[in-house]
């Protein structure tokens, strides 16, 4: 089945600990996202990528870093420069980014917890 | 900054009636998405409309669009149990970025 995937589902990270997040989906799709969420905030954009080796910043991408090396695969680095990492993390995809008149398609989301 | 905001913030009604929730963007949009979210999981879309369309169905589903007030409203007629989860509207501009709003979070009673 396609589909995006996330892992892990819920993490947990120290003081001072840089964590990556997975993200990876077998849809074919050019453009993938990674959004923040708090409790009524909404969703909050970090990243996004249109294609392979490119990447934008959104608009809280302090403290956090991409890579876009494969087409399946977006990885989410949560660093420690990050003051308040605790949140929920979904990454989504979309069909070729030229096509803008397309839904876009979320992972089950990870839930992030500095201990 | 956000793009989208959904009004009311939170919306309870018994099963069977109709709800309502709006949403307001700020610039010109390509298209104007609806989202669901169910606690705790990822978002599901539900339904998209093109900035030249002013109104579309999906099953219970009826989506408006205005663009002269830069406006959206998501109907959900004859409401479930089920249907219980947060909503949002997502709106993507010329640059392929998709901004979400803070959504709605809707109880239906039973």
């Known amino acids: 089945d396609g589909g995006i995937t996330q892992s892990p589902k819920y993490l947990f990270r120290k003081e001072g600990q840089n964590v990556t997040l997975s993200c990876e989906q077998n849809l074919n799709h050019d453009a993938m996202y990674w959004y923040r969420q708090d409790p009524g905030q909404g969703l909050r954009l970090i990243y996004y990528s249109q294609i392979v080796n490119d990447f934008q910043k959104g608009d809280i991408a302090e403290g956090y870093s991409v890579s876009r090396e494969k087409k399946e695969s977006f990885p989410l680095t949560v660093t420690s420069a990050q003051k308040n990492p605790t949140a929920f993390y979904l990454c989504?995809?979309?069909?070729?980014?030229?096509?803008?008149?397309?839904?876009?398609?979320f992972g089950q989301g990870t839930r992030l917890t500095v201990v | 900054s956000q793009q989208g905001e959904e009004d009311p913030q939170a919306l309870s009604i018994q099963e069977g009636e109709n709800a309502t929730m709006n949403c307001s963007y700020k610039?010109?949009?390509?298209?104007l998405q609806w989202y669901r979210q169910n606690s705790g999981r990822g978002l599901v879309h539900l339904i998209l409309?093109?900035?030249?369309?002013r109104e579309k169905h999906s099953g219970r589903l009826r989506v408006t669009l205005d663009t002269s007030k830069k406006s959206s409203s998501l109907l959900i007629t004859a409401s479930r149990a089920a249907d219980t989860a947060s909503y949002f509207c997502a709106n993507r501009r010329s640059n392929y970025k998709l901004t979400f709003g803070k959504g709605t979070l809707l109880t239906v009673n039973p």
């Open positions: 989504a995809s979309s069909v070729p980014g030229l096509l803008t008149n397309t839904e876009a398609f």
């Open positions: 610039t010109s949009i390509n298209n």
């Open positions: 409309i093109r900035s030249n369309e």
